[in-house]
């Protein structure tokens, strides 16, 4: 049968010449129809209300098929002019970044070619490009000869890979457990996983996951800026060993969520080594600074991990997701091996990325950053960063000499946090003020004129920046001061 023929192959990239029309026709006017939503875009956000919003996309009737150039027409003015649009400079909120045309046209060869990254015999060249960017990594970040890695979706399952390993580690060092294949040893309920008060959530998450609990993570207090107390981490050691707890890894952090706080990663890393314990660093935000020639010397350290989140679709550019776990010792990577054989049959001479995944299926993403490099380059993407951080210090400034605000601490990576000056408290309570803050914050969403983020400090409600586009100008966030200036001016007179 002739496919090219047949009533639905319109629905399909076709192979030969002169099958695609439909294809073309379609990407083409996709293509102008995203362009013209950039060209118009006046605002982060429409302002459209939610409850609209929502009504709008549940009214879509799924039953009834219609003609491309509708059905495009109807994404741009329903789904795409209400997005989030992260290009805007006033879309500042959260590690979400505008990506870089050459990450966007990657996914052009990524969407045709749909390889599936688990075996060699459904990604070819797919293969080889993800080892040789995950080797271009591991030299990078100098992990050694021994050290390898893996593409992920992101931070989330990065941590989870790392502490799995980190767990698996232990039980074979502790007991040559095999938890692969026995499950939790009975020591399982005194296992811990150390890390700060600011670390990323998914420490918690992935301890619930691997069968320990989220009450397995013990935290370690912070100082004003977000950064891990080291003498609180040897107290906490030599306290969980006291107590005849196992405390089998240690969490450090390069660039909070809350802070951007990087920890002394150094001695960190010593610290965990000293107690025997396994060493992961979630450098999903800043991880990106080994490029930059001005700050990679604050990932000092980061080289003798056992394990290292990156994120690309953070301070890399990419589009989402994209990220990748690093590992120092490649041999770790076997407590995850099992063979199918449909798949990765024991003794295949060619490589299954499947070996060292939890997942099976999954996108050809390396492909992002090997356009990157080679259109952009690591050198330009370094400057960016030195640039941001720059800029970050211009707007930590400019928060200190305005009486309107009072900064919470000096950002230490590419981070604002700030709130309201007491002059604006009156004779609020502290919980009202904290209030006025996240009613300031939805009303500047709802309204479309900014997106900023929250977050709560020693119980103070802050408001947030998040600096990651390097396009971005000082004098953007003078209108962007005003704009708060005035909203809140309104919330407090409607309050009075």
């Known amino acids: 049968m002739n496919l090219s023929n047949s009533a639905w192959s319109k629905h399909f990239i076709q192979i030969g010449a002169g099958n695609n029309h439909s294809f073309e026709q379609a990407s083409a006017f996709t293509l102008e129809n995203i362009n013209a939503l950039f060209v118009d875009c006046a605002k982060p956000y429409s302002g459209l209300a939610p409850d609209l919003l929502k009504e709008a996309i549940y009214n879509c ?57 688990d075996s060699w015999d459904q990604a070819s060249s797919a293969t080889y490009l993800e080892q040789f960017i995950i080797d271009w990594l591991v030299q990078t970040y100098t992990l050694g000869q021994s050290a390898d890695g893996v593409f992920t979706s992101g931070g989330t399952q990065s941590n989870l890979m790392g502490l799995l390993l980190a767990r698996d580690w232990f039980a074979d060092k502790h007991s040559q457990h095999n938890i692969q294949q026995d499950g939790l040893p009975d020591y399982g309920s005194k296992m811990r996983i150390i890390c700060s008060d600011k670390s990323h959530f998914t420490v918690q998450k992935s301890a619930a996951l691997m069968g320990l609990g989220e009450r397995a993570v013990v935290c370690v207090k912070t100082n004003i800026q977000g950064q891990m107390d080291c003498v609180d981490l040897q107290n906490t050691i030599a306290e969980l060993n006291a107590q005849d707890l196992l405390p089998i890894a240690v969490v450090a952090t ?41 700050h990679k010397s604050r990932l000092k350290g980061i080289e003798s991990a056992d394990s290292v989140s990156v994120d690309f679709h953070k301070l890399f550019y990419q589009t989402i997701s994209c990220g990748a776990l690093l590992i120092k010792d490649k041999s ?39 356009m990157t490099l080679k259109m952009v380059g690591a050198k330009t993407l370094g400057e960016m960063y030195d640039k941001l951080i720059d800029l970050t210090g211009q707007v930590a400034a400019s928060v200190k000499q305005n009486e309107n605000f009072e900064l919470c601490c000096e950002p230490l990576l590419s981070t604002v946090l700030f709130r309201l000056s007491e002059r604006y408290q009156g004779s609020l309570t502290h919980i009202e003020f904290n209030q006025l803050h996240q009613t300031l914050r939805l009303q500047l969403l709802t309204s479309g004129e900014a997106v900023i983020a929250e977050t709560k400090v020693d119980g103070k409600l802050y408001l947030k920046f998040t600096l990651l586009n390097p396009c971005l100008t000082l004098s953007d966030f003078d209108s962007l001061f005003k704009k708060i200036e005035s909203n809140a001016q309104s919330l407090i007179k409607k309050a009075l």
């Open 61 to 117: 009737d799924l039953t009834q098929v219609e003609p491309f150039e509708q059905v495009i027409k109807q994404t741009n003015e329903l789904i795409a002019k209400n997005s989030i649009m992260v290009q805007h400079p006033h879309c500042i909120a959260h590690l979400h970044t505008p990506p870089l045309i050459s990450s966007v046209l990657a996914e052009f060869y990524i969407a045709a070619l749909n390889q599936s990254m």
């Open 332 to 370: 770790n990577f076997n407590s995850l091996l099992h063979h199918a054989d449909y798949l990765n049959r024991e003794g295949d001479e060619l490589p299954n990325l499947v070996d060292k995944s939890i997942a099976t299926t999954k996108r050809f993403d390396a492909l992002k950053m090997f």
């Open 254 to 294: 390069a660039g909070t969520t809350d802070h951007g706080a990087i920890d002394d990663l150094q001695e960190i890393v010593s610290i965990a080594h000293q107690s025997d314990l396994w060493c992961h660093i979630d450098s999903a935000y800043g991880g990106a600074l080994i490029l930059s020639e001005n």
